[in-house]
């Protein structure tokens, strides 16, 4: 079969190389950036003079390779197009580092106000293995001298000391034992948790500084940028940039009493007293005891650029690390023919057996077992941190129309007495495999992933 798949790329490479057409399919390739996955439009952009409705420039797809044009899909999973989750990483990355010294619309006097980085954890929903680390050298994963027998008649303990690739990180010491309802509903009710959260945050800084929520509103503003990440055990905790402004946002700095200090302290006591119910199963949610909380410096190990790269990375990642899927599962999907681990597999089955419940229709947990009951957004910031992801885009498509009009590609007009009419379809997705290596070759990304159906 490998060697069937190989032959049928090989034969594929020779065909798309050979077509007459091979030029301008490569540059509109190029033009995606090497998306593993790109969407096909067929249609077209027509211009013309409103004063007079003379045409002035027609697009067609008709004369395009296949009669479609290709463009990026536009998806943050790296596992889904490491081309086009670059992109995200990177606007990503430059978003976060502007809320921290500025640039683009940001001033850069928002680097001298005080900001910490704060990651908030999952609790335990029971012993998994672990990879330990002390002085740079790795520690047994549960050593125990007198470990106790679970009820499954396990012993809680294990001695290995796991490699960085071991697959059995995650994996549950006692599968019996471990807690994979409490697991998938932490998933879902953590949007919720993180909302309780910066509301119990602001309270407790206004409280602080003797004033009430509305009063400090007037005088500081508390903006955040913050991702979701998966751990190996297939729950999610959060990392989060928080800056105290005043209170025109980051353009005016807050005042003195407003203290690096005191927002740590306040932030540690809103991780401490914030919960979420599950009313339907009389359960509580509140997040895990490790709580990290730093201050971010312009200089030395937790630099902005530091801060900024690790949330940008977590921005194109989500559950692939726990073993699952990067699609949705159909109710009526075999789990037991899922090529998925068994943590993953008995995580998917509790969300399937969950959302059942008439009183947990609102959590979707069937629509989102592929996350493992996770259906918040990974990446989000509050209004006045820093730019947006659609002002970034825009100014890229700005740019690429007017490399379009330099080269010649569109005519040079004043946009206000101009009328565009498009009509577009879609017509399909993707890349054959031939494609897929031509493609990574253009762009010079990976070829892992080229037909897997990924």
Excluded at 409 to 427: C, G, M, N, Q, S
Aim: aromatic content about 6%.
């Amino acid at each position: 079969m490998p060697h069937l798949a190989h032959s049928h790329a090989v034969a594929g490479v020779i065909d798309r190389l050979n077509q007459p057409d091979y030029d301008r399919w490569a540059n509109q390739i190029k033009r995606t950036g090497g998306c593993r996955q790109p969407i096909h439009l067929r249609g077209k952009v027509e211009h013309f003079d409103q004063a007079t409705g003379h045409l002035l420039h027609r697009y067609s797809t008709t004369t395009e390779p296949n009669g479609v044009l290709r463009v990026p899909c536009k998806t943050r999973r790296a596992s889904r197009c490491p081309a086009c989750a670059e992109v995200y990483r990177a606007d990503t990355y430059q978003l976060v580092r502007a809320g921290l010294v500025g640039g683009k619309g940001v001033p850069e006097t928002v680097a001298a106000h005080p900001c910490l980085f704060v990651t908030l954890t999952a609790p335990s929903f029971g012993a998994v293995h672990v990879r330990k680390e002390k002085n740079g050298k790795v520690l047994p994963c549960h050593a125990r001298r007198d470990a106790e027998t679970c009820p499954h008649e396990r012993v809680m303990s294990c001695t290995d000391r796991h490699s960085a690739d071991d697959p059995q990180l995650g994996e549950p010491l006692c599968p019996e034992c471990y807690d994979y309802d409490g697991s998938v509903l932490f998933n879902a009710i953590s949007p919720e948790l993180w909302r309780r959260f910066t509301l119990a945050l602001r309270r407790r800084f206004a409280r602080l500084n003797g004033l009430t929520v509305k009063a400090l509103r007037g005088l500081v503003s508390i903006a955040f940028a913050k991702v979701a990440e998966y751990q190996r055990r297939g729950v999610v905790h959060f990392h989060a940039v928080i800056r105290l402004d005043g209170p025109d946002g980051p353009s005016s700095p807050p005042p003195a009493w407003a203290t690096a200090d005191a927002l740590a302290e306040a932030t540690q006591h809103a991780a401490a007293v914030v919960t979420a119910e599950i009313k339907p199963l009389g359960r509580t949610f509140r997040w895990g005891t490790q709580l990290d909380v730093r201050r971010i410096t312009m200089n030395g190990d937790l630099s902005e650029q530091a801060v900024a790269a690790y949330i940008a990375k977590y921005a194109t990642k989500a559950a692939e690390c726990v073993g699952t899927l990067d699609r949705r599962i159909q109710p009526l999907d075999n789990l037991d023919t899922l090529p998925v681990r068994q943590h993953a597999r008995m995580l998917i089955a509790a969300c399937m057996r969950l959302g059942e419940h008439p009183g947990l229709v609102d959590l979707r947990l069937i629509h989102w077992a592929h996350m493992l009951g996770f259906r918040g957004h990974f990446s989000t910031k509050s209004r006045h941190y820093s730019t947006t992801l659609g002002e970034l885009r825009a100014a890229r498509e700005e740019h690429m129309r007017d490399e379009e009009i330099t080269t010649g590609r569109l005519p040079l007009f004043d946009e206000d007495t101009v009328l565009v009419i498009a009509h577009w379809e879609y017509a399909g997705q993707g890349l054959s495999i031939g494609e897929q290596v031509i493609a990574a070759t253009i762009s010079g990304t990976s070829l892992s992933g080229v037909g897997d159906g990924r």
